[in-house]
Nanobody
Framework: QVQLAESGGGLVQPGGSLRLSCAAS????????MGWYRQAPGKQRELVAT???????NYADSVKGRFTISRDRAANTVSLQMNSLKPEDTAVYYC??????????????WGQGTQVTVSS
């Protein structure tokens, strides 16, 4: 069993900052990549940012220059620093981990989601 536990969501005013964190635990052999996705009401889940085992990163165009993803490989954690937040960033944010539970078996795992609301 693998668990991803998120923290750090909340309500913030436009222009403000929030930091999301996610910790992976359980039967983990190795983590290929971790990332953040979000889903706004009435919309499909979309990629926000990912970081791979070599610390290579990928960002959605809408968050480039405002969000920064980072990872602690030893602690199996990933964080998302979100600055200059906009109302359109309001969504449920989900942590994702692509990982192997043994040398042959990999899968995508998801956290339960954390709400981020940007509003004055």
């Amino acid at each position: 069993q693998v668990q991803l536990a998120e923290s750090g969501g909340g309500l913030v005013q436009p222009g403000g900052s929030l930091r999301l964190s996610c910790a992976a635990s359980g039967s983990i052999f190795t983590i290929v990549a971790m990332g953040w996705y979000r889903q706004a009401p009435g919309k499909q889940r979309e990629l926000v940012a990912t970081i791979n085992s070599g610390h290579g990163t990928n960002y959605a165009d809408s968050v480039k220059g405002r969000f920064t993803i980072s990872r602690d490989r030893a602690a199996n954690t990933v964080s998302l620093q979100m600055n200059s937040l906009k109302p359109e960033d309001t969504a449920v944010y989900y942590c994702n981990g692509r990982l192997y539970t043994d040398p042959q078996s990999w899968n995508d795992y998801w956290g339960q989601g954390t709400q981020v609301t940007v509003s004055s």
